[in-house]
């Protein structure tokens, strides 16, 4: 399995453009989730689906963020108008649930964003 | 509320035994996570601990006390490449809550 996958690696971008980050989950997982981590922040969970539903989006700094999961393998986070503020490395994790207990999240390699 | 505490920074030597610890107070609990990052990449997974006890797996343990509500990693025979960030996460029902996570630095 090629793990998580996320697109793009790197990306800048000027103050007010819209920004999209990828991300397809492994195979089989019924769990998406989408984290910023800052140094300032730490690791923050942002919002997480099962099933292609979002389930959790307290975590979503403002309307300017949103999400999607359109089906099984595929889910944007995008980031519209963006701010410098909103630079940072953004990961997406995805896991399988099992009975009784929760699986291990792997994680994407991230995308770092640099809004200018 | 998820309150989520680890030391900042560690430093230790390499072929020594270093104990990372984590305490928690959190509305939910089913499980923690530790998990292993290097600098410019993503988290990977060390250990989830569920029940109370020492769990080992190799050169990495961990341990959970859920009455306390306190864990920790504990690395032995370190090696200048388990210079990296650890986190603790407490899990409630398939969402994560991370700790800030501690700089590990290991030195010859």
């Known amino acids: 399995d090629a793990g998580v996958i996320q697109s793009p690696r790197h990306e800048v971008t000027e103050m007010g453009q819209e920004v999209t980050l990828r991300c397809k989950p492994i195979?089989?997982?019924?769990?998406l989730f989408w984290y910023r981590q800052t140094m300032m922040r730490g690791l923050e969970l942002l919002i997480y689906?099962?099933?292609?539903?979002?389930?959790?989006d307290s975590g979503m700094p403002e309307d300017r963020f949103s999400a999607k999961m359109p089906n099984a393998s595929f889910s944007t986070l995008k980031i519209q108008p963006s701010e410098p503020r909103d630079s940072a490395v953004y990961f997406c994790a995805s896991s399988l649930i099992r009975t009784g207990r929760s699986d291990t999240q792997y994680f994407g390699p991230g995308t770092r964003l640099t809004v200018l | 509320g998820q309150n989520i505490d680890q030391p900042t920074e560690m430093t230790a030597t390499e072929g020594a035994i270093v104990q990372i610890n984590c305490t928690y107070q959190t509305s939910g609990f089913n499980g923690l996570f530790w998990y292993q990052q290097h600098a410019g990449e993503a988290p990977t997974f060390l250990s989830y601990?569920?029940?109370?006890g020492l769990e080992e797996k190799g050169r990495f343990s961990s341990f959970l006390s859920r009455s306390k509500g306190y864990s920790y990693l504990l690395l032995k025979e370190l090696q200048m490449k388990d210079s990296a960030s650890y986190l603790c996460a407490v899990d409630n029902a398939g969402k994560s809550t991370f700790g800030d996570g501690t700089t590990l630095t290991v030195k010859p």
């Open positions: 601990n569920v029940l109370d």
């Open positions: 689906f099962n099933n292609n539903v979002p389930i959790d």
């Open positions: 195979s089989g997982h019924d769990y």
